[in-house]
Each structure stands twice: as structure tokens, then as C-alpha cells.
């Protein structure tokens, strides 16, 4: 069964404290993995598409990166603003299905 | 370039009510997704249209639920009759395909007391 967890459920970082989210995935063939940054009361906002392992994107502080079984969103010396769920979502090739974890809650602290 | 759109923002309703969301997802995009969304959890799919075609409606629960796409544009979700489990975020979204990034609208914040 396809599957999405993410870690941690939720994290509290000082500003300027660098620091890592995890994404493990079982699929029977990626076609996609996505992460999205969803705001409280607002709908999932699209960061990344990783395709392939070893694929890196970045944008401003944060920094996706792909591998077999898992992604990570990097997050180089967050901001308050960076605070926010952080969802990865992942589709598979024989259903097209987008399959979303639960998400981690990022606080950050001025 | 607007965004996905979704009406009503907030609903609340009596147990044993209808009740219909409105989605007008980003022009050009042939792909349009209801997901519904629990507190704390991520969004779960429940219908999948391909222009005006519904491809994946698998967790879409048809005794109460229904959904259309008219002209593979707007979109509408309803629910008759509501039960108090309804209670979530429905969230409609877009992508030119199905395998390209999708756009998700603000969301409608269904309570059923």
C-alpha cells in the first residue's frame, strides 16, 4: 500500500537555527513527490517537484532533496515567517494518485 | 494570474441539511481535485476530473456525496444529506496535468451541528 510519513510532527526552532523536515515513502513506482506549505486557514501553497533521486531544488531558505525512500526540506537560518505545516505529498505511476503525509507543524522563535 | 477560486469560506449547517461548495480553477488547467481535509491531517483525494470527465472518484462516498464539472471548467461539490463526521476542510485544486504540481484554492470550512 502506498504510504506517506513524515517526521517530525511538529518543531520548534529559534530564528536562525538551521534544521531538517523528513518525508519516508512506499510506492510501487515514483512519478512524483511534492512539497507544499500550508498556512493556518489557508490551502496547501506548491514549493517543490522532485522526480528523480539525487534531484535538488531550492528556493530561498528552503532546500528539497530526493532520494530512493525518502525526501528532506532543508530549512538554512529560518525566519518567523517560515513558520507553517509543511506537507509532502507523493504520486505514484500506476494510479496517478497524490498521496499527502500528515505534515510538520514548523514554529520558529525571533 | 488568478488563483484557484472556492465559495463559500465557511459553512456551518444543521445535521441532515445539503449543502454545495463552488470551485473555479485556474483557466487552461484540464485537471480539477476535491480533497477534503481533517484537523491535523493532510488532504485526502476525493474526486478527480479530467476536463469534464470524472477519472478517479474511488473515495468519494456516493450515498451522500456527488459532484460535477460543468464544460470541464467549474466545479461543484454537494452533500446531501450532512452528517456530523462531514465536518472538515473542502479544498478544491488544478494542474495542467496530472502529473505537473496542483494549485489548491483557500479552502471551505464545512461545520455540521
Do not use: M
Not at chain 1, 515567517?81 to 507543524?105: H, M, P, W
Not at chain 2, 488563483?3 to 480553477?25: D, H, L, T
Amino acid at each position: 500500500e502506498d504510504q506517506v510519513t513524515q517526521s517530525p510532527e511538529a518543531l520548534r526552532l529559534q530564528e536562525g537555527e538551521s534544521s531538517s523536515l523528513n518525508c519516508s515513502y512506499t510506492v510501487s513506482g515514483l512519478r512524483g513527490l511534492f512539497w507544499y506549505r500550508q498556512d493556518p486557514g489557508k490551502g496547501p501553497e506548491f514549493l517543490f517537484t522532485l522526480y528523480s533521486a539525487g534531484e535538488e531544488k531550492e528556493k530561498e531558505r528552503l532546500k528539497a532533496t530526493l532520494t530512493k525512500k525518502e525526501s528532506f526540506l532543508h530549512i538554512t537560518a529560518p525566519k518567523p515567517e517560515d513558520s507553517a505545516t509543511y506537507l509532502c505529498a507523493v504520486q505514484a505511476e500506476n494510479t496517478d494518485k497524490l498521496i499527502f503525509g500528515t505534515g510538520t507543524r514548523l514554529q520558529v522563535f525571533p | 494570474e488568478a488563483g484557484v477560486v472556492q465559495s463559500p469560506r465557511y459553512k456551518i449547517i444543521e445535521k441532515k441539511q445539503p449543502v454545495a461548495f463552488w470551485c473555479n480553477p485556474i483557466s487552461g488547467h484540464n485537471t480539477l481535485y476535491w480533497y477534503r481535509q481533517n484537523l491535523g491531517q493532510g488532504p485526502e483525494l476525493l474526486i478527480r476530473y479530467e476536463n469534464e470527465e470524472a477519472v478517479d472518484d474511488s473515495q468519494l462516498p456516493k450515498d451522500r456525496f456527488s459532484a460535477e464539472r460543468l464544460k470541464g471548467v467549474d466545479s461543484t461539490l454537494k452533500i446531501q444529506p450532512a452528517e456530523l463526521g462531514d465536518s472538515a476542510v473542502y479544498l478544491c485544486a488544478s494542474s495542467t496535468r496530472v502529473d505537473t504540481e496542483a494549485f489548491f484554492g483557500q479552502g471551505t470550512r464545512l461545520t455540521v451541528v
